[in-house]
């Protein structure tokens, strides 16, 4: 599975969008761009995931660049809930689902 | 509603005494998952299943016992435990898309095990 780079700690203001970088340089055609997030010590939840395309649901938004290289989940409307640690995963979709989870980016929004 | 539930959530035990700790999910998802997380290693995965009484080990299997007689449940067991073993575990079930893949994964809230 290709490797990703995230920043370590990012902050953002209450009501604003935070705009949350990934890189997979290495990425191969065939990987998926899964975003994942775990607030405190909870179990991790699942946010969205794409493969070439942008995509959009409840949650967020992913923004894939052309070349898939880096990516940007969007959380269009911060909120104090949203504060959490967020995983950048990049693999295979295949049957087997070993989801390797890196250190992520905490992410804290201020009032 | 759906979920994945764990049970214990905490749990303090001694070296060598056996434990399971149970998952079980409402989902009817084929896949289930354990991993642990630990200070600075991130979460990695014991052992997972892609079906009944099919179990295949992950990245970290030693001292770790699975089985999955029944859909919904998949317990971990830790037939002699050591304090090395101390550490936040999950449980995760996952569905399949349209074309067979697995890509959402439902996480349980945790059990927190102390081996002293």
């Known amino acids: 599975d290709a490797k990703t780079t995230q920043p370590t700690s990012m902050d953002c203001a209450e009501g604003r969008a935070a705009n949350l970088p990934c890189n997979h340089s290495?990425?191969?055609?065939?990987?998926?761009v899964y975003w994942y997030r775990q607030i405190h010590s909870q179990g991790p939840q699942y946010i969205i995931h794409?493969?070439?395309n942008n995509e959009t649901n409840e949650m967020a938004s992913l923004i894939i660049t052309e070349d898939r290289k880096s990516s940007t989940l969007i959380l269009p409307h911060a909120t104090l809930r949203d504060t959490a640690v967020y995983y950048c995963i990049v693999r295979v979709g295949d049957y087997g689902q070993n989801f390797v989870f890196g250190p992520g980016t905490r992410l804290s929004v201020l009032p | 509603e759906a979920q994945v539930t764990q049970n214990p959530r905490y749990l303090i035990t001694v070296t060598g005494k056996k434990l399971t700790v149970t998952c079980s999910q409402n989902m009817n998802h084929e896949y289930m998952s354990w991993y642990r997380q630990d200070p600075g290693l991130g979460l990695r995965q014991i052992y997972y299943?892609?079906?009944?009484?099919?179990?295949d080990k992950g990245d970290v299997p030693e001292g770790y016992k699975v089985s999955r007689k029944e859909k919904r449940n998949f317990p971990l067991i830790l037939e002699s435990p050591s304090p090395n073993q101390t550490s936040l575990y999950f449980c995760a079930s996952s569905r399949k898309d349209f074309a067979g893949v697995h890509h959402e994964q439902y996480f349980g809230p945790g059990t927190r095990l102390t081996v002293t």
């Open positions: 299943s892609m079906n009944v009484e099919v179990t």
């Open positions: 290495t990425i191969s055609g065939n990987e998926y």
């Open positions: 794409g493969l070439k």
